[in-house]
C-alpha cells in the first residue's frame, strides 16, 4: 500500500512461486494518473515489440488494445458522469485558492458532468482459461502461483487460443516482428516471480494502482477499497471480477466505475468449453445418421 | 465569404452547435467527432471485446476437403459392404487425396509451420483443435494403408489365403477410416461452435449438422462428376440438398439480432446465404430435373463458399463488440 515504501508488496521480494501461493494483480482506476509506466516496464522487462507510433484519437489512449505485443493497455475513458465528489465543470470565478475548497463547498451537481478515468488492462489470469483449455499443443500451462503462462518454445502458432479468450488478450504475433507466429500475452512476468520479484508494471507503478498481492489478501483490499468509495460518493464503483460465469474469477481482477461494458470487458465472460457438450452431441449425432442414411441409400437403392 | 448572413444558415448553425453540446455527436449528416468529448461507439471506441480468428483461407478450405474427405471414407464402406468395388476404391482415393491435402493446409496456416508436430505432442480432450488433430492423423494412417491395401486385393497382386488377409486388412483399415470419417467431416463445426465467436458459438449445433451434411454431399457430388452416377449417390446427394435445404430455413429462422448478424449481412452473409442456396434448393431441383452433374456442380460451389462465409462471418463478428455484448445480454 501506498506509503509503506519497500515494505509494499509492490516492492518486496516474496518467495509465492516456491510456496505456491495464488497471487494476483488488483488494478484500481481511482488512483491510476495514465501515465503508461507500467506499458513501458512491461515492454523494456519483457523485450517485447512496439505498438506502432499512430495516434488513436481515442483521448489519450493510443496503445488501442490488447494483443501479442501489447500486454499492459491504459485505458482513457471519456465518461458524461460524475467521479465521486471531485468539483467538476466550470472553474468560472474561483480563484487557485477558492479552488482548493472542500468538494462539498462546491455545487456538487454540475450541469456537465464528466469524468476522466484511467485504468490499466492486462490479461485477466482466469480461475478457468479458455486459452488453456484450447491450446491442442500443452504450450499454455497454470503456473504454481495460479497464473496462465504460455511456452513460447511450444507453440506452433495454430491460433485457436484466440478465438477462446472472452477477453480478447492473447494473439498471434505476425511477421516481421521478432518471434512472429507464436501466440503471446502478459507472462504475469513469471520469470520475475520465480526469483521473488514482483511483475515489472506493479513495481513501476507510482500510485499502486496496479497492487501485486496474494490472492486472497488482494480480494478483500477490493472490497474494501469498494465499500469506501462508495461511501465517499463513488455510487458506481465495483469489483469486475466474474466468479458466477465459467471463467470462475480472475487473478487480475479491477475496480470499475460505471459498467464493466465501457471498458470493452464483457458483462458475462464465459470459457467456450462450456459449449462443447452440445457442439459434440449435434456432431456425433450428425455421424451416426450420416452412417445411417449411406448405407440405406445403398441398401434401398443399390 | 459573404457578409449577407442569412438568419436561417444562422439558425441552423446555432442548432448544430447545441445539438452537439448536448449529445456530443451531431445527427444526420453531422459526423461523429472522433475524439469528441464523449465517445457514443459501442464498448471501448469500438475495439472489438473478444479477438478475431488469425486464421486465412487454409481453413475454410480445409473444412472443405476434410469434410469431403472424411464423408468418402463412409461411402467407402458402404459401397465395399454392398460390392460395389469400383466405387470404394475411388471412395478411398478422395478420402486419401484428402488425407494429404489437410495437413499441408493445416500447416501452411500455423503461425510456426516447422512445429506442426507439436500438435500431437499432448491430447486434451476438451480442446477441439487437438481432438481434431488425432482424428485427421488416425484417419490418415487408416486411409492411406486402406487404399493401398484395397488396391492390391482389386488388382489380384496377391492369391489365395494372403488375397483374402488383404482384404481383410482393407475392410478392418477402410471401417478405421470410415469411423474418423464422420468425425472429420463434423467435428470442424465443434472447432469453429466451441470459440468466444458470437456468430459461431450461437450456431455450435447447427454447425456440425451444417459441414457433416456438406461433406456427404460434396463426397457424393465429386463421385457422381468421377463418373459414378449409380442410384445410391443420387440419392445421397437427394437427401444432403434436402437437408441443406432446411438448415438454411433454420438460419433464416434462428436469428438473434445484433449478435449473429455477420451471418446475414454484408459479404459474408451473402456468402453463407448462396452457399445454402446452391447446396440446397438449387441442387435439390437440378436432381430433380435429372441434371445430375449440374446438380453436384451447383453442391460443391456451394458447400465451399459455404465455408469461406463462415470463416469471414467469425472475423466480422469478433471485431464486432455489440455482437459480443448483445450475446451476452
Same mark, same amino acid.
Request: hydrophobic fraction near 45%.
Given at each position: 500500500?501506498?506509503?509503506?515504501?519497500?515494505?509494499?508488496?509492490?516492492?518486496?521480494?516474496?518467495?509465492?512461486?516456491?510456496?505456491?501461493?495464488?497471487?494476483?494483480? !488488483?488494478?484500481?482506476?481511482?488512483?491510476?494518473?495514465?501515465?503508461?509506466?507500467?506499458?513501458?516496464?512491461?515492454?523494456?522487462?519483457?523485450?517485447?515489440?512496439?505498438?506502432?507510433?499512430?495516434?488513436?484519437? %481515442?483521448?489519450? &489512449?493510443?496503445?488501442?488494445?490488447?494483443?501479442?505485443?501489447?500486454?499492459?493497455?491504459?485505458?482513457?475513458?471519456?465518461?458524461?458522469?460524475?467521479?465521486?465528489?471531485?468539483?467538476?465543470?466550470?472553474?468560472?470565478?474561483?480563484?487557485?485558492?477558492?479552488?482548493?475548497?472542500?468538494?462539498?463547498?462546491? %455545487?456538487?451537481?454540475?450541469?456537465?458532468?464528466?469524468?476522466?478515468?484511467?485504468?490499466?488492462?492486462?490479461?485477466?489470469?482466469?480461475?478457468?482459461?479458455?486459452?488453456?483449455?484450447?491450446?491442442?499443443?500443452?504450450?499454455?500451462?497454470?503456473?504454481?502461483?495460479?497464473?496462465?503462462?504460455?511456452? %513460447?518454445?511450444?507453440? %506452433?502458432?495454430?491460433?485457436?487460443?484466440?478465438?477462446?479468450?472472452? !477477453?480478447?488478450?492473447?494473439?498471434?504475433?505476425?511477421?516481421?516482428?521478432? &518471434?512472429?507466429?507464436?501466440?503471446?500475452?502478459?507472462?504475469?512476468?513469471?520469470?520475475?516471480?520465480?526469483?521473488?520479484?514482483?511483475?515489472?508494471?506493479?513495481?513501476?507503478?507510482?500510485?499502486?494502482?496496479?497492487?501485486?498481492?496474494?490472492? &486472497?489478501?488482494?480480494?478483500?483490499?477490493?472490497?474494501?477499497?469498494?465499500?469506501?468509495?462508495?461511501?465517499?460518493?463513488?455510487? &458506481?464503483?465495483?469489483?469486475?471480477?466474474?466468479?458466477?460465469?465459467?471463467?470462475?474469477?480472475?487473478?487480475?481482477?479491477?475496480?470499475?466505475?460505471?459498467?464493466?461494458?465501457?471498458?470493452?470487458?464483457?458483462?458475462?465472460?464465459?470459457?467456450?468449453?462450456?459449449?462443447?457438450?452440445?457442439?459434440?452431441?449435434?456432431?456425433?449425432?450428425?455421424?451416426?445418421?450420416?452412417?445411417?442414411?449411406?448405407?440405406?441409400?445403398?441398401?434401398?437403392?443399390? | 465569404?459573404?457578409?449577407?448572413?442569412?438568419?436561417?444558415?444562422?439558425?441552423? *448553425?446555432?442548432?448544430?452547435?447545441?445539438?452537439?453540446?448536448?449529445?456530443?455527436?451531431? $445527427?444526420?449528416?453531422?459526423?461523429?467527432?472522433?475524439?469528441?468529448?464523449?465517445?457514443?461507439?459501442?464498448?471501448?471506441?469500438?475495439?472489438?471485446?473478444?479477438?478475431?480468428?488469425?486464421?486465412?483461407?487454409?481453413?475454410?478450405?480445409?473444412?472443405?476437403?476434410?469434410?469431403?474427405?472424411?464423408? @468418402?471414407?463412409?461411402?467407402?464402406?458402404?459401397?465395399? @459392404?454392398?460390392?460395389? *468395388?469400383?466405387?470404394?476404391?475411388?471412395?478411398?482415393?478422395?478420402?486419401?487425396?484428402?488425407?494429404?491435402?489437410?495437413? /499441408? *493446409?493445416?500447416?501452411?496456416?500455423?503461425?510456426?509451420?516447422?512445429?506442426?508436430?507439436?500438435?500431437?505432442?499432448?491430447?486434451?480432450?476438451?480442446?477441439?483443435?487437438?481432438?481434431?488433430?488425432?482424428?485427421?492423423?488416425?484417419?490418415?494412417?487408416?486411409?492411406?494403408?486402406? *487404399?493401398? =491395401?484395397?488396391?492390391?486385393?482389386?488388382?489380384?497382386?496377391?492369391?489365395?489365403?494372403?488375397?483374402?488377409?488383404?482384404?481383410?486388412? +482393407?475392410?478392418?483399415?477402410?471401417?478405421?477410416? +470410415?469411423?474418423?470419417?464422420?468425425?472429420?467431416?463434423?467435428?470442424?463445426?465443434?472447432?469453429? $461452435?466451441?470459440?468466444?465467436?458470437?456468430?459461431?458459438?450461437?450456431?455450435?449445433?447447427?454447425?456440425?449438422?451444417?459441414?457433416?451434411?456438406?461433406?456427404? $454431399?460434396?463426397?457424393?457430388?465429386?463421385?457422381?462428376?468421377? $463418373?459414378?452416377?449409380?442410384?445410391?449417390?443420387?440419392?445421397?446427394?437427394?437427401?444432403? =440438398? #434436402?437437408?441443406?435445404?432446411?438448415?438454411?430455413?433454420?438460419?433464416?429462422?434462428?436469428?438473434?439480432?445484433? #449478435?449473429?448478424?455477420?451471418?446475414?449481412?454484408?459479404?459474408?452473409?451473402?456468402? /453463407?446465404?448462396?452457399?445454402?442456396?446452391?447446396?440446397?434448393?438449387?441442387?435439390?431441383?437440378?436432381?430433380?430435373?435429372?441434371?445430375?452433374?449440374?446438380?453436384?456442380?451447383?453442391?460443391?460451389?456451394?458447400?465451399?463458399?459455404?465455408?469461406?462465409?463462415?470463416?469471414?462471418?467469425?472475423? /466480422?463478428?469478433?471485431?464486432?463488440?455489440?455482437?459480443?455484448?448483445?450475446?451476452?445480454?
Amino acid at each position: 500500500m501506498i506509503g509503506e515504501g519497500i515494505e509494499s508488496t509492490n516492492q518486496r521480494r516474496h518467495s509465492y512461486v516456491g510456496d505456491r501461493i495464488e497471487v494476483g494483480f !488488483f488494478t484500481d482506476p481511482t488512483v491510476c494518473i495514465g501515465c503508461k509506466a507500467c506499458e513501458v516496464a512491461c515492454k523494456e522487462w519483457n523485450q517485447v515489440p512496439d505498438d506502432g507510433f499512430t495516434w488513436s484519437g %481515442n483521448s489519450y &489512449d493510443h496503445t488501442g488494445h490488447l494483443g501479442a505485443s501489447t500486454w499492459r493497455h491504459v485505458l482513457f475513458l471519456e465518461q458524461d458522469r460524475r467521479k465521486g465528489d471531485q468539483i467538476t465543470g466550470s472553474m468560472g470565478g474561483l480563484s487557485p485558492q477558492s479552488a482548493t475548497v472542500s468538494p462539498t463547498q462546491t %455545487n456538487p451537481q454540475s450541469d456537465d458532468p464528466f469524468r476522466w478515468v484511467f485504468v490499466s488492462d492486462v490479461c485477466k489470469h482466469c480461475e478457468e482459461a479458455g486459452c488453456l483449455e484450447a491450446c491442442p499443443t500443452g504450450s499454455i500451462v497454470r503456473t504454481e502461483v495460479g497464473s496462465v503462462l504460455v511456452q %513460447n518454445d511450444v507453440c %506452433n502458432g495454430c491460433g485457436y487460443c484466440v478465438v477462446s479468450c472472452p !477477453f480478447g488478450v492473447i494473439d498471434r504475433r505476425p511477421a516481421p516482428l521478432a &518471434d512472429a507466429g507464436g501466440a503471446f500475452k502478459c507472462t504475469f512476468c513469471y520469470d520475475r516471480q520465480k526469483s521473488g520479484l514482483v511483475p515489472a508494471c506493479a513495481k513501476v507503478c507510482p500510485t499502486e494502482s496496479i497492487v501485486f498481492g496474494r490472492l &486472497d489478501d488482494l480480494r478483500a483490499r477490493g472490497a474494501d477499497r469498494v465499500q469506501h468509495l462508495q461511501q465517499s460518493g463513488y455510487d &458506481d464503483a465495483q469489483l469486475y471480477d466474474p466468479q458466477e460465469t465459467s471463467v470462475r474469477g480472475l487473478h487480475a481482477f479491477f475496480l470499475i466505475l460505471g459498467e464493466p461494458e465501457a471498458y470493452g470487458l464483457p458483462p458475462k465472460p464465459q470459457i467456450p468449453t462450456i459449449y462443447l457438450k452440445s457442439a459434440w452431441t449435434s456432431a456425433i449425432a450428425t455421424a451416426v445418421a450420416t452412417l445411417i442414411v449411406v448405407f440405406a441409400a445403398f441398401f434401398f437403392f443399390g | 465569404m459573404t457578409d449577407q448572413t442569412s438568419p436561417a444558415s444562422e439558425q441552423r *448553425l446555432d442548432q448544430l452547435r447545441e445539438q452537439a453540446w448536448n449529445k456530443g455527436v451531431v $445527427g444526420g449528416r453531422g459526423v461523429d467527432v472522433r475524439g469528441g468529448p464523449i465517445p457514443r461507439k459501442p464498448g471501448y471506441y469500438g475495439q472489438p471485446i473478444v479477438k478475431p480468428p488469425v486464421w486465412t483461407w487454409e481453413i475454410p478450405v480445409y473444412f472443405f476437403v476434410g469434410g469431403l474427405a472424411g464423408m @468418402a471414407a463412409i461411402i467407402a464402406l458402404a459401397a465395399l @459392404a454392398f460390392h460395389h *468395388l469400383d466405387l470404394a476404391r475411388a471412395a478411398m482415393w478422395l478420402a486419401v487425396i484428402g488425407a494429404i491435402l489437410s495437413p /499441408i *493446409l493445416l500447416t501452411m496456416d500455423l503461425g510456426r509451420p516447422r512445429l506442426f508436430m507439436n500438435m500431437l505432442r499432448v491430447f486434451k480432450y476438451k480442446s477441439p483443435m487437438s481432438v481434431g488433430a488425432w482424428i485427421l492423423t488416425v484417419f490418415g494412417a487408416c486411409a492411406g494403408p486402406g *487404399l493401398i =491395401a484395397l488396391e492390391v486385393h482389386a488388382h489380384q497382386i496377391f492369391s489365395g489365403t494372403l488375397d483374402q488377409f488383404v482384404r481383410v486388412a +482393407a475392410d478392418l483399415l477402410i471401417f478405421g477410416s +470410415a469411423f474418423l470419417g464422420m468425425f472429420l467431416a463434423t467435428y470442424t463445426g465443434v472447432l469453429i $461452435g466451441a470459440t468466444a465467436i458470437p456468430a459461431w458459438f450461437l450456431h455450435r449445433v447447427f454447425l456440425p449438422i451444417h459441414f457433416g451434411t456438406a461433406g456427404l $454431399g460434396s463426397a457424393a457430388a465429386l463421385l457422381e462428376l468421377l $463418373g459414378h452416377r449409380i442410384a445410391p449417390l443420387n440419392a445421397i446427394g437427394f437427401f444432403a =440438398a #434436402a437437408v441443406e435445404s432446411a438448415l438454411w430455413v433454420w438460419l433464416e429462422i434462428d436469428r438473434h439480432d445484433a #449478435a449473429d448478424r455477420a451471418l446475414h449481412e454484408a459479404g459474408s452473409g451473402w456468402l /453463407i446465404r448462396g452457399g445454402e442456396v446452391f447446396s440446397g434448393p438449387v441442387a435439390l431441383l437440378l436432381r430433380l430435373t435429372n441434371l445430375i452433374p449440374l446438380a453436384a456442380i451447383s453442391f460443391l460451389f456451394g458447400a465451399l463458399i459455404s465455408r469461406l462465409g463462415w470463416a469471414l462471418a467469425g472475423s /466480422i463478428s469478433g471485431c464486432d463488440p455489440e455482437a459480443v455484448l448483445a450475446s451476452q445480454r
